[in-house]
């Protein structure tokens, strides 16, 4: 496992990446010069992942309502893992210290070994890769099943980008799952876009039929978000300083549905691998 406190930094050009394997692989922050470009902080000040500037989201995304789930005829539970929710959020990766496989000066691979337990009850094993360019940062993972049994999987990124007194989105997209009091979807309603300030904004939606790039723009940076998965989740809280645009493969708490897999859910056979990739790709404004 990675030390307590490890810190990798990755440079290529202008551009920085920070780094906490020990901290659920968090990427505590993305500079452009001395611009954060994510969320960012330093990383040897890095006390969580939801305090930096993303994070990995295995095996699932977003919600797992109540924190219990059927799978192939057997009922499950996991442990709570988010304060003051009802749910199981984000998977368990985030949680987790990684370890360093692989660094050089612009990319990193970490590894992390999930054995089944009260988080997550089926074994993985799961590689995040770093690559920077002078003008991006592309995140990939691999996820192995290395259980005896067949496991439902999602993966994504949960990204943390600045509010900027101009920050404005525009997303190519087709539909928007509304949700109920405890944010958990429940029908599907037509969303032709977004194309507005964050500042106007007031989602905490998966959104579906995500086509082209995610565009972020504001007076200082101009970011194009590109991804293998097709669904976001956008999060656009207007009392917080910032908004999140995470790819990722699966409906919102999609386990509880009639057909997960319709929803994005993979089975995951064992010895089977699945593979995911995002890229940001940055600019002045």
């Known amino acids: 496992m990675s030390a307590p406190g490890e810190v990798?930094?990755?440079?290529?050009?202008?551009?920085?990446?920070g780094l906490r394997p020990d901290i659920g692989a968090s990427v505590a922050g993305l500079w452009l010069g001395g611009l954060p470009v994510l969320r960012s902080v330093d990383p040897a000040s890095?006390?969580?992942p939801r305090a930096g500037g993303c994070?990995?989201?295995?095996?699932?995304?977003?919600?797992?309502?109540h924190r219990h789930f059927r799978w192939r005829g057997r009922d499950y539970r996991v442990e709570p893992n988010f304060e003051g929710s009802p749910h199981a959020l984000h998977g368990v990766a985030w949680r987790r210290p990684w370890q360093v496989t692989?660094?050089?000066?612009?990319?990193?691979?970490l590894r992390l070994v999930h054995r089944a337990d009260g988080d997550w009850p089926f074994q993985f094993e799961v590689r995040q890769r770093f690559a920077l360019t002078p003008q991006s940062v592309e995140l990939s993972l691999v996820f192995a099943n290395t259980d005896s049994i067949e496991q439902p999987v999602g993966l994504g990124w949960h990204p943390y980008f600045p509010k900027r007194s101009r920050s404005r989105l525009h997303i190519e997209i087709s539909d928007r799952w509304e949700a109920d009091a405890l944010q958990l979807p429940t029908r599907k309603v037509a969303q032709p876009g977004i194309d507005a300030?964050?500042?106007?904004?007031?989602?905490?939606?998966?959104?579906?039929?995500?086509s082209g790039a995610?565009?972020?723009?504001?007076?200082?940076?101009?970011?194009?978000?590109?991804?293998?998965?097709?669904?976001?989740?956008?999060?656009?809280?207007?009392?917080?300083?910032?908004f999140c645009v995470e790819p990722?493969?699966?409906?919102?708490?999609?386990?509880?549905?009639?057909?997960?897999?319709e929803h994005g859910l993979i089975a995951v056979a064992p010895g089977q691998a699945i593979?995911?990739?995002m890229k940001l790709e940055v600019a002045t404004a």
């Open 55 to 65: 994070f990995a989201l295995v095996p699932y995304s977003n919600r797992l309502g």
């Open 8 to 17: 990798l930094s990755l440079r290529s050009g202008d551009l920085r990446l």
């Open 102 to 109: 692989d660094a050089s000066d612009s990319g990193a691979e």
């Open 197 to 210: 300030d964050v500042a106007h904004l007031d989602f905490d939606h998966c959104f579906e039929g995500w």
């Open 46 to 48: 890095l006390a969580q």
């Open 248 to 261: 990722v493969s699966h409906v919102t708490n999609a386990i509880h549905m009639s057909q997960p897999l």
């Open 214 to 242: 995610a565009r972020i723009r504001d007076e200082k940076l101009s970011l194009r978000l590109t991804s293998s998965l097709r669904r976001l989740v956008v999060f656009t809280p207007r009392d917080r300083d910032f």
């Open 275 to 277: 593979d995911a990739w």
